[in-house]
């Protein structure tokens, strides 16, 4: 069982940046691959980033790459979301997941939301144009 918490969250304008983290509390290894996932009113949640739990492997949407960073630190078993260049098309509440299976089977899986097993309550990104 593991609980997440995101912090971060706010309004900033176009062009701006926001750094979001997640702390995650539960038994050492039921928190395995990490992710981010937002969701925009009206559509479906989407991947944003995912890494490995060593930190030394990481994927993102193509919306996310070259803008967002996914980081972790495996010591205080938070995972972190640099996003830079912030557009409105970002705005959305931003989800931390994690699953005990690998970053392996996580990208096996696409990154669907259905290969992680524990969320977050969200944290909103509202980006002005």
């Known amino acids: 069982q593991v609980e997440l918490a995101e912090s971060g969250g706010g309004l900033v304008q176009a062009g701006d940046s926001l750094r979001l983290s997640c702390a995650a509390n539960?038994?050492?290894?039921?928190?395995?691959?990490m992710g981010w996932f937002r969701q925009a009113p009206g559509k479906e949640r989407e991947f944003v980033a995912a890494?490995?739990?060593?930190?030394?492997?990481?994927s993102y949407a193509d919306s996310a790459k070259g803008r967002f960073t996914i980081s972790r630190d495996k010591g205080k078993n938070r995972v972190y979301l640099q996003m830079n260049s912030l557009k409105p098309e970002d705005t959305a509440i931003y989800y931390c997941?994690?699953?005990?299976?690998?970053?392996?089977?996580?990208?096996?899986?696409?990154?669907?939301?259905?290969?992680?097993?524990?969320w977050g309550q969200g944290t909103q990104v509202t980006v002005a144009s």
């Open positions: 997941t994690t699953t005990p299976s690998s970053f392996g089977v996580v990208a096996a899986a696409k990154f669907d939301q259905r290969a992680f097993e524990y």
């Open positions: 539960g038994r050492t290894y039921s928190s395995i691959a």
């Open positions: 890494i490995s739990l060593s930190g030394d492997t990481s």
